[in-house]
């Protein structure tokens, strides 16, 4: 990671969809230049104004500057609502920040246990070959793959079929997770 410092972990409020949406379509952007097919190349207002109003998206700021975003919900319909685990969706890293990302997955790691979960669950692209071997060496186990509606990282009942695979890390209260850096 290219900047200094702790990060700092705060909930996006309602008027702050623009920063979001910034983070997001910057990292949308970088993954359709490297051809990498995880996203839309952009986001739309509508699809992430439901998880700030709920209060489970983040913003994460290093040295003042916003540099990455998280939404860790407590349910999933692409797995069985056990209330067992977290959910990680949208995480997304401004490039000037890579490598923030691991200190991403260990924050909601750590959210996750302290509520009481027993899992971290995220899902990406299937066909992300990359992303997932970073997710297994992170000790994330898989666990399937699932078709989902609308353009990827979008989630409706109609659209275009994207094809995602789940993960699923165990936490352990006794051993945190070893996430790469």
Known sequence: MA??????YRRAEPGQE????AVLDESAAWLVAQGVRQWPGRFERAWIEPAILRGETWLVEVEGEVAAT???DWADALWED???AGYVHRMAVRRHAAGLGAEVLR???????AAGRSFLRLDCVA???RLRAYYESAGFAYRGDVTVG???GQRESGGPATLVSRYELPLDPADLPQIPR
């Open 3 to 8: 900047m200094h410092g702790s990060p700092m």
């Open 18 to 21: 623009d920063e979001v949406l």
């Open 70 to 72: 998280v939404t860790l």
């Open 82 to 84: 056990d209330g067992q």
């Open 107 to 113: 924050w909601a790691a750590d959210v996750t246990r």
């Open 127 to 129: 066909s992300n070959r």
């Open 150 to 152: 609308g353009a990827p």
